[in-house]
């Protein structure tokens, strides 16, 4: 359990955020979760009972929240005739360097995963099992 708090500690030095863990900014990203996603505050099955499409919409939220939404705590002094340069959280971790539209974050291509082959299981085939034994 030491290992876990010199790791928080250690989190927390590394980050501008100060020496207190709050939790105030994961707090607001859950209500907009819950507020972009309905289907999490409904009592419905549809978005619950197929996971690929929650999936898809937490991703696609969160991609949108970090990437597309300016936040307010995030603004920077300028110099210049607009006092303040509305920053995303994204753009605060240096990932962009402007405000993406929905329009790029529906373009931009993702790599995808190296694909792995499914694991085999039961009995091998019986024909596997003759010429193995000869």
Known sequence: MGSSVE????ALGATEGGD??????IERLDAT?????????RRTRCLGSRQGLLEGGMRLVGWVYNFSTPHHSLRVEADGPRKR???????????????????ELLDY??????????????RPPRQSAERLAA
């Open 7 to 10: 790791a928080i500690e250690a």
């Open 20 to 25: 207190v863990i709050n939790t105030a900014c």
């Open 33 to 41: 979760v819950r507020a972009r996603l309905t289907g999490l505050v």
């Open 85 to 103: 340069v509305e920053r995303t959280p994204a753009m605060a971790a240096g990932l962009t360097d402007h405000i993406r539209t929905m329009e």
């Open 109 to 122: 291509q993702l790599p995808l995963p190296q694909w792995v082959a499914p694991k085999r299981r039961g």
